[in-house]
């Protein structure tokens, strides 16, 4: 996990709409290594969103330690 200079080592997700096994929409998440992780990840949902015709929301959240989730400004 990287570290934030005096912020501690932060944690990053990727929040998205997906499909569940019945075809309904529903919200998910995964995890990542680090931002550079997190942008690959955005972008292939990205691509799996149009193919199936979801809204295109895949956004890039962090924290460090128990802090709350925020999103990562200015990516979406």
Do not use: N
Request: contains cysteine.
């Amino acid at each position: 996990m990287p570290e934030i200079a005096g912020l501690g080592v932060a944690q990053f997700q990727v929040r998205y709409t997906c499909l569940d096994s019945e075809g309904d929409q529903q919200a998910g998440s995964d995890p990542v290594e680090g931002i550079a992780d997190a942008h690959l990840e955005c972008a292939r949902i990205l691509e799996y969103q149009e193919r199936w015709d979801l809204p295109t929301d895949a956004s890039i959240w962090w924290r460090t330690g128990a802090s709350p989730w925020q999103r990562w400004g200015g990516v979406r």
